[in-house]
């Protein structure tokens, strides 16, 4: 089985920063794809920012410039490193990996996820 643990989430004032973390562990071939979503209260799920096995990146314009995603690949673990959050950031965090695991003797491609860490920018 494999699980994704989210971590460092919190309370901060605008401006602040935070760094997220997210931990793969379990029964698995390999990681693909990472990435982080948000979702608001109200809101659909959006996707933040995202990284390649390569550590190729792409960002939501909302974030640009301000959010920086990294993976340590030798840990199995995805960060986002938040800097001058606003309250507009806030929102429940996700972390998402595309694994391969092992099925029925076949290496397939399956999507999980974290159960999410809370952001709060408030002052």
């Known amino acids: 089985q494999v699980q994704l643990v989210e971590s460092g989430g919190g309370l901060v004032q605008p401006g602040g920063s935070l760094r997220l973390s997210c931990v793969v562990s379990?029964?698995?071939?390999?990681?693909?794809?990472m990435a982080w979503h948000r979702q608001a209260p109200g809101k659909q799920r959006e996707l933040v920012a995202a990284i390649t096995s390569g550590g190729s990146t792409n960002y939501a314009k909302s974030v640009k410039g301000r959010f920086t995603i990294s993976r340590d690949n030798a840990k199995n673990t995805v960060y986002l490193q938040m800097n001058s959050l606003k309250p507009e950031d806030t929102a429940a965090y996700y972390c998402?990996?595309?694994?391969?695991?092992?099925?029925?003797?076949?290496?397939?491609?399956?999507?999980?996820w974290g159960q999410g860490t809370q952001v709060t920018v408030s002052s």
């Open positions: 998402n990996a595309d694994v391969w695991v092992v099925r029925l003797g076949a290496v397939t491609s399956r999507a999980y």
């Open positions: 379990g029964r698995f071939s390999s990681i693909d794809a």
